[in-house]
């Protein structure tokens, strides 16, 4: 079945590095794929997302590329900034099906 | 545009008793609604899926008889946790599905549900 798997946390960093946090996907066909990003006690917010092969989501300084040769979505950000200390969601859909969601990887960005 | 209200936000009740989370939809048109239950730093994971007007589906391992889903118009869907028992006490989030943007849904604040 369909599946996303991403990359273990807690990410720790300092304010201004680089931020990666992988993802990888499982799926038959081509799905559209989600980064979203849930701040403590509340609920999901999309970041951005891509919908085919190649496409390039991006929001906040954040991007992600949807690389099919690879099935991965990897979120990444220049320079991050305390306010970024969220947990962020790597999901997947096909048209008309649930999302299905990473494991969700803890950020923290310290000052 | 594309606002989920999911009410309460947070619930306290007693072991034996029910709860009834709302989740509407409030600028657009939702023909279908999912329901997620999250554990403490754990990833969401579906409960069941919802579509107006018929009986919602549920995943494997969901009791329907205790986590009931009504889905009566197309902007509210309804998660009645009947019998409530402190396993149950959990972050429930609901999303909603536009009726013409389906591989995108919209999701509720989530509702911190704690059985005592």
């Known amino acids: 079945g369909n599946s996303v798997t991403q990359m273990e946390g807690p990410v720790t960093l300092s304010e201004e590095a680089f931020l990666t946090i992988n993802c990888t996907y499982t799926?038959?066909?081509?799905?559209?794929l989600f980064w979203y990003v849930q701040y403590p006690g509340e609920g999901l917010q999309l970041l951005l997302k891509a919908t085919k092969a190649d496409d390039k989501g991006s929001n906040k300084g954040f991007e992600a590329t949807y690389r099919k040769e690879t099935t991965s979505f990897h979120l990444e950000k220049g320079s991050v900034q305390v306010s970024d200390s969220a947990v962020y969601f790597c999901a997947s859909n096909q048209a008309g099906t649930a999302l299905i969601f990473g494991k969700g990887t803890t950020l923290s960005v310290s000052s | 545009g594309a606002v989920v209200s999911q009410h309460p936000s947070w619930v306290i009740c007693k072991s034996g008793t029910s709860v009834k989370i709302e989740c509407r939809s409030l600028?657009?048109?939702?023909?279908?609604m999912f329901w997620y239950r999250q554990f403490p730093k754990q990833s969401l994971m579906l409960m069941a899926t919802s579509n107006e007007g018929s009986k919602a589906t549920y995943e494997q391992g969901v009791e329907k008889d205790k986590f009931l889903i009504n889905h009566a118009s197309l902007t509210l869907s309804t998660l009645t946790v009947t019998s409530a028992h402190p396993e149950d006490s959990s972050f429930y989030i609901c999303?909603?599905?536009?009726?013409?943007?389906?591989?995108?849904?919209?999701f509720g604040q989530g509702t911190r549900l704690t059985v005592v």
């Open positions: 799926a038959t066909g081509y799905p559209s």
């Open positions: 999303s909603a599905r536009e009726v013409q943007r389906t591989t995108e849904a919209f």
């Open positions: 600028d657009f048109q939702a023909t279908t």
